[in-house]
């Protein structure tokens, strides 16, 4: 295998003219796309891309959820390929780079190849994976996730949107159900580049974030019980009040996470009164929790603080808090072997570059669960994603194709 020099560089104006191209399918007035999982204008940049991969000589295969995997042939073909890519679904008011960004870079690092005349001694493929954002069909990530094997694929084709059209008959009405089995087709290693979709790195005037861990999550359902009664006529010491309960419960909430930080995070997102009345105690308050953080240990630490501290709100002020643990993800590690490609990519290439913890879930997350993969992110402006006013420099997208390109190159192996 011959050693690319680090001055092979993807054409950042070209890889900008695709990433404003595509963003005609669902242009909004505010300068945003919505462009829903499955939809006419999933459809037209589907569409769009299979035409720009088969024009750069890739073969493009469609599974059974709609993931496209556009293969770059290697002089090895019995060698299971570099994965790339990332989704080109956005969310309702969305921005122009959040997983568009990752599959149009896959684009340019092969264009790029292929215009240097530069074979792979293993094959690279470029993936777009189906519903990212979970905003039309729930849950998010889930073509990757089933591709992952937690799901599986006939659980997904029957998930419908709020209308009650199912993802197979939403795959059907755009012709994007693919004949291949989901998981079938396997990689070496998966690369995913991204915006930061956070502040971080921007604050920090970092170029490159590599990217070693994802979030855990764990949600909660709670239950606060205590007793109605007359607003007028209970003397404040004999009152169960559990709205006055559940605000302890929210600070601690806060206070607990902040104790375990800087990575960890804690929010009640959710709370509702049972029978709310301007004269009546609260007797009853349901709410939720969402706890992350991308240590198991923490997650663990954070669950006993939180019981600790919520038995002792509910003995001092005699109601009951129940809270139950319905969905846990566990942290993201990962492969230290590609995030140190990714690294040495980045410094090869001369960008600034700090270790980051990916804040959101992103399909390079499920990836990890089975094959060897990273991610790559560089900043956007004021951390602000799922936004219409999500942005990106020129010149910080064309930094993270380059590292992507070279990160693959150095997985991938360059044919002599
Ligand atoms: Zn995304």
């Known amino acids: 295998m011959t050693k690319i020099a680090s001055n092979l560089q993807i054409d950042s104006t070209r890889l900008w003219g695709t990433i404003h191209e595509t963003a005609k399918f669902g242009a909004t007035a505010k300068g945003g796309v919505r462009r829903l999982t499955l939809g006419p204008e999933d459809k037209q940049v589907r569409d769009w891309f299979r035409k720009a991969c088969e024009a750069a000589g890739l073969e493009v ?13 290697g002089r090895d073909m019995s060698k299971p390929p570099v994965g790339l890519g990332s989704h080109l679904d956005t969310q309702p008011t969305g921005g122009k780079f959040d997983g568009v960004l990752g599959t149009l870079a896959a684009l340019e690092v092969v264009r790029t190849l292929n215009d240097a005349g530069i074979e792979t001694e293993i094959p690279i493929c470029i993936v777009n994976w189906t519903n990212e954002e979970g905003s039309r069909f729930a849950p998010a990530t889930m073509a990757s996730a089933a591709y992952a094997g937690e799901y599986s694929t006939d659980n997904i084709l029957a998930r419908k949107d709020a209308s009650g059209m199912s993802v197979g008959e939403a795959l059907d009405s755009i012709g994007y159900r693919g004949s291949e089995p989901v998981g079938q087709r396997k990689f070496g290693a998966f690369v995913e580049l991204h915006i930061e979709q956070g502040p971080l790195l921007e604050a920090e005037r970092k170029t490159i974030g590599v990217v070693d861990r994802g979030q855990g999550i764990a949600w909660y359902d709670g239950k606060i019980t205590g007793f109605e009664s007359h607003a007028g006529t209970t003397p404040m010491p004999l009152r169960r009040d559990a709205l006055a309960a559940l605000s302890e419960v929210v600070l601690a909430v806060e206070r607990i996470a902040r104790a375990r930080g800087p990575n960890a995070v804690g929010t009640v997102g959710e709370a509702v009164i049972a029978a709310p009345s301007r ?14 953080s991308p240590s198991s240990e923490t997650l663990e630490a954070i669950d006993s603080d939180l019981r600790s501290t919520f038995a002792e709100i509910a003995t001092r002020r005699r109601v009951e808090i129940g809270f139950e643990a319905i969905w846990r993800k566990p942290p993201t590690i990962f492969n230290p072997r590609l995030v140190d490609a990714v690294e040495s990519a980045t410094k090869a290439l001369g960008y600034s570059h700090r270790r980051i913890t990916s804040g959101a879930g992103h399909d390079a997350c499920n990836l990890a669960n089975i094959v060897p993969a990273a991610m790559i992110f560089v900043p956007c402006k004021d951390g602000v994603s799922h936004n219409e006013l999500e942005d990106a420099t020129q010149t910080d997208c064309a930094a993270g194709a380059n590292t992507l390109m070279h990160t693959v190159l150095a997985l991938a192996g360059v044919a002599s």
Request: no cysteine.
């Open 61 to 73: 295969h469609i599974d059974a959820l709609g993931s496209m995997f556009a293969l770059r042939r």
């Open 279 to 292: 004269n009546v105690i609260p007797g009853e308050i349901a709410f939720t929790m969402d706890i992350r």
